[in-house]
């Protein structure tokens, strides 16, 4: 059975710093798209930041560029989210979300495996 568990959400206050964790389990993910989403509370579920399966490429939402960055280790099967300059807007719940592709897609519908998630909470 696959497993993606998310780790490393709290409170932080703007301008901080907190690192997400993504392990599989179940199957390797090291030749697939593993990728972040958010939700914040009333609104759709919206895609952060993505990375090839070789770590080469990264893609990221306009609106996190320059302060996140996505990374791997595939011996781990873990993908990460280094998240700094955390501001309030940067509130929800953070997922984790692989493919069968290696490709990411960049829409959550597109996925076929999530995590449980895990809260971040920016305060002013």
């Known amino acids: 059975q696959v497993q993606l568990v998310e780790s490393g959400g709290g409170l932080v206050q703007a301008g901080g710093s907190l690192r997400l964790s993504c392990a599989a389990s179940?199957?390797?993910?090291?030749?697939?798209?593993m990728d972040w989403f958010r939700q914040a509370p009333g609104k759709e579920r919206e895609f952060v930041a993505a990375?090839?399966?070789?770590?080469?490429?990264?893609y990221y939402a306009d609106s996190v560029k320059g302060r996140f960055t996505i990374s791997r280790d595939n011996a781990k099967n873990t993908v990460y989210l280094q998240m700094n300059s955390l501001k309030p807007e940067d509130t929800a719940v953070y997922y984790c979300?692989?493919?069968?592709?290696?490709?990411?897609?960049?829409?959550?519908?597109?996925?076929?495996?999530w995590g449980q998630g895990t809260q971040v909470t920016v305060s002013s």
């Open positions: 179940g199957r390797s993910f090291s030749g697939n798209a």
């Open positions: 979300a692989a493919r069968r592709s290696s490709s990411s897609a960049y829409e959550a519908r597109k996925y076929d495996y």
């Open positions: 990375l090839n399966w070789s770590g080469s490429s990264t």
